[in-house]
């Protein structure tokens, strides 16, 4: 896994394989982390905000597609104050997948 800083300072881009994705943003109150890659991307994701000094309030999901919540439960049991958003749309793949994992 490597991290980048993206052109934005404000932006930190998380990646495995060099295609598979997701994003710290800095905000006001912490850190919102776009998508969580793939299974076992959990620790890397934490110790990239770890390096930014900031938690990591927020998740958004910007669709239910494996490789963008995959890591999902493993961020949410280690951050469980953290909101996490998600489309209407998405809700109900989201929880099959989760099920399905957790069988």
Known sequence: M????????????ISRFGFVNCYLVR?????????????????????????????????????AHTDHIGSLDALYALLPEAEVLISSRDVAPARQRSDTRSR
Request: net charge negative; charged share 20%.
């Open 27 to 63: 905000e006001d109150d912490g850190l919102t982390l776009v998508d969580t890659m793939i299974g076992g991307s959990a620790k890397a994701i934490q110790a990239a905000a770890a390096g930014l000094d900031a938690p990591i309030v927020r998740i958004a999901l910007t669709h």
């Open 2 to 13: 490597n991290s980048e800083k993206g052109s934005m300072s404000d932006i930190t881009r």
